[in-house]
């Protein structure tokens, strides 16, 4: 009798004991970061369905779960996915798959990598971005001369860095029947004792573009999903994809039915008229994958082709103010339609002239109306008035932007405007979040050059020795929160994604460093160990 009494006293225990969770993944021993409001730190979290289900110790989950996978990060580093707030996610795939000239010291050197590109591809036409004449000797623009007698019958398109500026041979501006004579509002074309140089600024690109060659839909899709793997490669999950056209979103949308694109995108689209009609028309877009809830509008160029709009001129060139690339009643007009919808504006202002402009429209359509994280893009150079017009106008900036243009920034601006430009630590004081990106493929992709200039304000080779205006740097938490959690809040995605918490996209990435603990000088050569994108691995 005693021994059946202890049989069934054991027989309840076992019963009242829980049957244990399946899950997808449980990851233990991590350095995790989770970004979360207090940036509190973890060591294991538990994923189901795509989805963080449950951040605790190791045994606290692996008592209440049982898991498909165990993932040990063996003391790793763990952290959100990164977002990269403003990109142009077909154009680094174009230039993946084309001519890089990044780098390039010498116009020279420019020519060499086009050779060595056209003796392999034997390609129609020749597409290539990359060069900044600031890096070459005497800092001049080049011409078409060489180019001319090179390729007498081939198109060639060489684009400056920051795609605002392009040099063209003859061939590809008879594409667009481009003289002498030609003029375009928002354009320039560089003269030389009164011939073409081959250099056209801005909206006068268009010229060309309207007659180039149409890009194959194949090809499109092979630039898409190269932009893919390099993304992952970098740890990012998620691009805000700065300006997209009706195709482009079609062939995107195309991918992510097939299942072959599956980082996340939030897509500005165009703000042209039609796709303004369109989507103030039909609504959001939002799927797991894709999110259009924006537009994108460029008000000027950019710095370094002196097609940034100032209020003075430029320093440099006396009579030279920028360009307007967009007309400040078509910029009003639109502003006004967008502000009657739940859709968000994205303007590209670079210039004091262009930001002031902006902010001005801004405030005025926006008027009684609260949450609606209307951004900047760059918001590069500002005048001491309107800094205090950023309370409510969220700053989208590219630390890599400062590293970049600080060699010669000052001889564009001079030093009072200096002080205003590329101040990020003051926009994040006025605002309170700051959503940070690179522009790739204007900037590299890496994420952790983002950090590194942002934190030390520096270039890779460490200089300037104590930084560049460094009253402007950024915490190591502020940069990560700018790379995720703020990032996600300027889509209005703060509730999905950018932090390690429960019910949130298991987006998150191993690092082979501690970022937010090694010397800053060590950042840039993070490696990604693995990009997870609803708890599932992307590096093969």
Same mark, same amino acid.
């Given at each position: 009798?005693?021994?059946l009494?202890?049989?069934?006293i054991?027989a ?16 233990i ?8 409001g207090?940036?509190d730190?973890?060591e ?6 795509g ?6 110790s190791a ?20 952290m959100?996915g990164?977002?990269?707030a403003h990109a142009?996610f077909?154009?680094l795939g174009?230039n ?6 990044m780098?390039?010291k ?7 990598r086009?050779l060595?590109f056209q003796q392999?591809?034997?390609?129609? +036409? ?10 070459f ?10 180019l001319?007698?090179l390729?007498p019958?081939?198109? +060639? ?13 003859q061939?590809?501006?008879?594409? $667009?029947n +481009? ?23 801005d909206?006068a690109q268009?010229?060309v573009?309207d ?6 839909r194949?090809?499109? !899709?092979?630039?898409l999903?190269?932009a893919q ?22 062939i995107m ?16 689209a165009?703000?042209?008229a039609?796709?303004?009609d ?5 609504g959001i877009?939002?799927?797991d994958?894709?999110?259009i ?13 002196? $097609?940034?709009?100032l ?8 009579e !030279?103010?920028?360009?307007p ?8 007009k639109a ?10 504006l994205?303007t590209h202002a670079?210039?004091d002239?262009a930001n002031h402009?902006?902010?001005n429209i ?5 008027e009684?109306k609260?949450?609606r ?11 001491p008035?309107d800094f ?12 890599t932007?400062a590293t970049?243009?600080m060699y010669?920034a ?12 590329y ?6 004081d006025?605002y309170g ?6 522009d ?13 200039s942002?934190?030390?304000?520096q ?7 104590d $930084?560049?205006?460094?009253e402007?740097a ?11 959690i ?7 995605e703060e509730n ?5 918490? !429960?019910?949130?996209?298991a987006d ?11 010397a800053?000088?060590?950042?840039p050569?993070?490696k990604?160990e693995?990009?997870?994108? $609803?708890?599932?691995p992307?590096?093969k």
């Amino acid at each position: 009798m005693k021994k059946l009494l202890t049989l069934a006293i054991l027989a309840t225990m076992l019963s009242c004991q829980k049957e244990k969770i399946q899950v997808d993944a449980i990851v233990i021993n991590g350095n995790v970061y989770t970004v979360n409001g207090t940036f509190d730190k973890a060591e294991a979290f538990a994923i189901k369905d795509g989805k963080f289900l449950e951040i605790a110790s190791a045994k606290i989950l692996q008592d209440k779960y049982v898991a498909d996978t165990l993932i040990d990060a063996q003391g790793k580093t763990i952290m959100p996915g990164f977002i990269d707030a403003h990109a142009h996610f077909e154009g680094l795939g174009n230039n993946l798959l084309s001519v890089d000239l990044m780098g390039s010291k010498s116009f020279e050197e420019v020519i060499k990598r086009v050779l060595d590109f056209q003796q392999d591809k034997e390609s129609a +036409v020749i597409y290539a971005r990359g060069w900044d004449q600031n890096n070459f000797e005497g800092k001049e623009y080049p011409d078409n001369v060489l180019l001319n007698q090179l390729y007498p019958d081939t198109p +060639v398109a060489l684009v400056r860095v920051d795609g605002h500026a392009a040099l063209f041979n003859q061939a590809a501006l008879n594409l $667009g029947n +481009v003289t002498e004579k030609s003029k375009i509002d928002g354009g320039d074309f560089v003269k030389k004792d009164g011939k073409l140089t081959g250099v056209l600024i801005d909206r006068a690109q268009s010229l060309v573009y309207d007659n180039w060659p149409a890009t194959t839909r194949s090809q499109r !899709v092979n630039a898409l999903l190269a932009a893919q793997e390099e993304c992952f490669k970098y740890g990012l999950t998620t691009i805000d994809d700065a300006g997209v056209g009706a195709d482009g979103i079609a062939i995107m949308d195309s991918l992510y039915k097939s299942g072959d694109l599956k980082i996340r995108l939030y897509v500005m689209a165009s703000g042209t008229a039609d796709q303004l009609d369109y989507y103030l028309k039909n609504g959001i877009v939002k799927t797991d994958g894709m999110h259009i809830r924006s537009f994108k509008i460029s008000s000027d160029g950019a710095l370094g082709s002196r $097609g940034a709009l100032l209020r003075e001129p430029y320093s440099d060139a006396h009579e !030279v103010f920028g360009l307007p690339v967009t007309s400040l009643d078509y910029l009003e007009k639109a502003a006004n339609r967008i502000a009657n919808s739940e859709f968000q504006l994205n303007t590209h202002a670079i210039g004091d002239s262009a930001n002031h402009a902006v902010l001005n429209i801004y405030k005025k359509a926006l008027e009684g109306k609260k949450d609606r994280r209307w951004r900047i893009e760059h918001a590069q150079i500002i005048s001491p008035e309107d800094f205090k017009k950023f309370g409510d106008i969220m700053p989208s900036i590219q630390p890599t932007h400062a590293t970049s243009d600080m060699y010669w920034a000052e001889e564009r601006l001079g030093a009072e405007r200096m002080k205003g430009a590329y101040a990020y630590k003051e926009l994040l004081d006025i605002y309170g979040k700051v959503a940070l990106g690179t522009d790739f493929p204007v900037e590299k992709v890496s994420p952790f050059l983002t950090f590194h200039s942002s934190v030390a304000r520096q270039d890779v080779e460490q200089f300037p020795k104590d $930084g560049f205006q460094m009253e402007n740097a950024l915490s190591r938490e502020e940069t990560l929160r700018g790379m995720t959690i703020w990032a996600a809040y300027s889509n209005f995605e703060e509730n999905e994604k950018g932090s390690i918490e !429960v019910g949130k996209f298991a987006d998150f990435i191993i690092l082979d460093r501690d970022i937010m603990k090694v010397a800053i000088q060590q950042v840039p050569e993070t490696k990604v160990e693995q990009t997870y994108l $609803g708890g599932k691995p992307q590096l093969k």
